[in-house]
């Protein structure tokens, strides 16, 4: 029975997960030529989009991982999941950016209360395979860009913005939020979280003012910073690139779509081998990876080549998500999860979305479009974050 419960709520998470990490990741790409015509703004105003979208997420990932501890699980996935539908159904009434911005505000923060409490329910229900367990969920989350996107396009061009978010709100409380609401620790997995907690004296619980004089914590925090500016970039730049090479919409949505694939499945794929191999070792080869595809960008022109570049940086990005769980529950200890990731996601929140998708905007704005100088300093962060996460150690509680 326990087995069986432990299969189906993975299950559950999975769905629970799916349309979120989609309106988070695949919405604002598809959207981006269209809010720029409809709306008369410049690539800067888009790409302020995903600060918003990255704050909202920021503010609440800590707050998210202190209310787990108190609040059942599926009680917050399924607040989050709710939230996140009506706020993708009032998008379709946007009238300015202002507006844009506000859903962008809600959905990152509302997408915390889903993707904390997620992550920690597989890690309890798999305590010998989080890298696995957790890489399958985050690859639901960012891959369902892959799937949903084509979809989403396809609905804008046919009938329009309003259509088109209605459809993908109703899909959001029809499928993800029913499932939410039956999410449950089977009996194994409470007793994983008795033992996580009862195994460690108050010494290893780390209070917020502890963390912070903690190196490790800093350095995961600055690869977040940085490397996860130059990932989410690519989600708007997906788009602008296109536009720049002459690609229409049907043709450089596929530019989103190379990336959003490989931003899935190494989720997937790393979380598998960060349970073999060492995790700073396996991100540090994948920051290069990403880097390097960056740099080629500036010489690239063909659709099939730039959409191949594209994945190449969303592999990076998956790996992020994917392989930092179980890093922080490694170096932290699991009883410190909650707190830990989401205080490393607020680099993300607040840093991340201004580094990556606002400032590139207005260095293309200032530059008339000139792309060259975005791809160079995008390289170059993920060329410290390859530095910055082999320097991390697990924490010595004495």
């Known amino acids: 029975m326990d087995s069986y419960l432990k299969r189906k709520n993975f299950l559950l998470c999975c769905v629970a997960i799916f349309f979120v990490g989609s309106f988070v990741f695949g919405f604002p790409g598809v959207m981006t030529s269209y809010w720029q015509e409809t709306f008369d703004v410049g690539k800067e105003d888009v790409g302020r989009l995903m600060f918003f979208l990255l704050i909202g997420t920021g503010c609440s990932m800590y707050l998210t991982g ?53 992550l920690t329910v597989v890690q309890l229900i798999f305590p010998e395979n989080k890298g696995t367990s957790t890489g399958m969920v985050n690859l639901l989350f960012g891959g369902s860009t892959a799937i949903v996107s084509p979809f989403l396009t396809m609905l804008l061009m046919s009938y329009g913005a309003f259509v088109m978010t209605s459809i993908a709100a109703l899909l959001c409380l029809a499928i993800s939020t029913l499932a939410s609401f039956f999410i449950c620790l089977p009996d194994l997995a409470k007793r994983e979280k008795r033992k996580s907690v009862g195994a ?145 996601f607020t680099a993300y929140g607040f840093i991340a979305g201004f580094l990556g998708p606002w400032l590139s905007g207005f260095l293309l704005d200032l530059s008339n479009g000139g792309y060259t100088i975005v791809f160079i300093y995008l390289a170059v962060f993920y060329f410290i974050s390859s530095f910055f996460i082999i320097k991390i150690k697990p924490v010595d509680f004495g």
């Open 66 to 118: 202190k209310l787990q501890e108190k609040i059942k699980y599926h009680y917050l996935i399924f607040l989050g999941n709710f939230i996140c539908g009506i706020s993708m159904f009032c998008v379709g009434y946007a009238s300015s950016m202002t507006m844009i911005y506000v859903w962008a505000v809600v959905t990152g923060f509302f997408c915390g209360f889903v993707y904390i409490p997620v």
């Open 200 to 344: 460690e004296d108050k010494s290893h619980v780390l209070s917020f003012r502890k963390t912070l004089r903690l190196k490790p914590f800093w350095l995961l925090w600055g690869v977040w910073a940085l490397a996860g500016a130059s990932g989410i970039s690519m989600i708007t730049l997906s788009a602008s690139y296109g536009d720049f090479l002459g690609f229409n919409l049907d043709q450089y949505v596929w530019i989103l779509i190379g990336f959003s694939i490989t931003n899935g499945a190494s989720r997937l794929f790393c979380g598998r081998l960060a349970d073999y191999f060492d995790n700073q070792k396996i991100l540090m080869v994948c920051f290069l990876i990403s880097g390097s595809a960056y740099l080629m960008l500036i010489f690239s022109t063909s659709l099939v080549v730039v959409s191949l570049l594209a994945s190449c940086v969303g592999v990076a990005f998956g790996a992020m998500f994917a392989v930092s769980a179980p890093l922080v529950s490694r170096c932290f200890g699991l009883v410190n999860f909650g707190r830990i990731f989401g205080l490393v």
